[in-house]
């Protein structure tokens, strides 16, 4: 970085020499003028130059960045989000099952997984009932085998 700098400093300084030479050896009238800002945009130029480079490499290294990534891990960031999905909507299908047979204050959790041919199945499905409900926990487990497929697992919360 600091080479840059000195690079970019000494090429700022080289071009300044060279206007101030030929601003010297210029005819005064339209010429001078026309001159002076032809100089002034070539200094401008110069001065911008290395500046536009950092920012171009910049960029470029960051573009690398993205070219790291593999098809496995989009795979696999896809398959996290479709489980974290799945598993909030099946979280709130048994909960309205619940509250449709009575039992309210419950608390689901889904823990889904996937197999090798990125099919989703049901881990574990836990349901946290509090004390008012535990005693409907026998007809709870039947219902949602009957409707969901798992049986579930039941405590206390």
């Known amino acids: 970085m600091t080479n840059s700098i000195y690079v970019c400093a000494a090429s700022l300084c080289c071009s300044l020499v060279a206007c101030a030479v030929i601003r010297i050896i210029l005819p005064s009238g339209n010429t001078e003028r026309i001159m002076t800002v ?12 290395p500046i536009i480079d950092i920012v171009k490499n910049i960029n470029l290294s960051l573009n690398e960045d993205h070219f790291n990534v593999t098809e496995e891990s989009i795979t696999v960031l896809q398959d996290e989000r479709v489980i974290e999905e799945t598993a909030k909507y099946l979280n709130e299908y048994v909960n309205e099952i619940l509250v449709s047979k009575g039992v309210e204050n419950a608390s689901i959790k889904t823990i889904l997984s996937t197999n090798e041919n990125r099919g989703i199945y049901i881990k574990e499905l836990n349901i946290y009932l509090d004390k008012d409900n535990m005693d409907k926990s026998k007809d709870v487990k039947e219902w949602i085998l009957s409707l969901v497929g798992i049986e579930p697992v039941i405590s206390e919360c």
């Open 38 to 49: 032809i100089l002034s945009v070539f200094v401008l130029c110069c001065l911008f130059k």
